[in-house]
């Protein structure tokens, strides 16, 4: 069964039993002109995370991206990141369970670490598993944005034996299947109501915050101009990452941070 559905928010859907990648089908859509298109399919056979590396996408996830053409300067690009990554978790948490931010682009299933059942929302956690990752191309025009493209990938009911080690998916948290098409409509709603305009681009950040589990935590990035250790302190505009190490203050606009122990 297809998760094609309905929604209350201002993109087209585009639904495919399966696909090599949405976020290829969406750069395709974008050159042919479009915009404001949601591509969505059950299964991917081609699909990938970040630096080319390789998502599985079995049938049985939520695999979505979303094509805009938002009218905001290019360094306001990466909040787009961020809201996918608030949406999702919103997603998640309406669905029953409990998921947090790992920045830039990871959501996670909450756990403060000390292998507790119950994690403690007052005391976020290095975070535990993955349950979905996020992928953002773009072109600019000058220093707007031409098209920008989010892409999220969700396990949803997924058995996580046939993920990667240290994924998780939500059928697996719950103990029982997600409804995908409700899922992914709460997703793209929540992700079009905090993208709509400047002002509500202006609520990323804080939001985004508040579903952090980085925050507070001791990191180590691995960066383009080398590994950034320390203690995670914010998330800045337009999304980069404030570590507090003993050299001193650094801001991080890419990379991949790792949670350490305290
Ligand atoms: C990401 O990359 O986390 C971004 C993933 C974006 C996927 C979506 S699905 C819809 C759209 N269409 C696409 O073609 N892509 C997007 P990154 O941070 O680089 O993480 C990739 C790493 O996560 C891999 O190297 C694996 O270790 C791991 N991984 C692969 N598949 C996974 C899965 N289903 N769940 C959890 N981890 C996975």
Known sequence: PGIAFGLDAPYSVEYHDWIASTNERARELAAEGETDVAVVADEQTGSRGRLDREWVAPSGGVWLSVLTRPDVPTARAPLFTLAAAVATTDAAREAGVDA?????????????????????????????????????????????????????????????????????????????????????????????????????????LPAWRERASTLGRRVRVDTAEGVVEGTAVDVTEPGALVVDTDEGRRRVHAGDCEHLRD
């Not at 009911?157 to 098409?181: F, K, Q, V, Y």
Request: without cysteine.
């Open 100 to 204: 947090r931010i790992k920045w830039p682009n990871d959501v996670l299933v909450g756990g403060d670490g000390s292998g507790s059942e119950v994690p403690d929302p007052a005391a976020p956690g290095r975070g535990g598993p993955k349950l979905a990752g996020i992928l953002t191309e773009m072109e600019g025009e000058a220093d707007r944005v031409g098209w920008l493209v989010v892409g999220v990938g969700v396990n949803a009911n997924l058995d996580p034996e046939t993920l990667p080690a240290g994924a998780t998916s939500l059928s697996a948290e719950r103990g029982g299947p997600i409804d995908r098409r409700r899922f992914a409509a709460t997703l793209l709603e929540r992700y079009a109501e905090l993208t709509a305009s400047p002002g509500a681009l202006d609520e990323v």
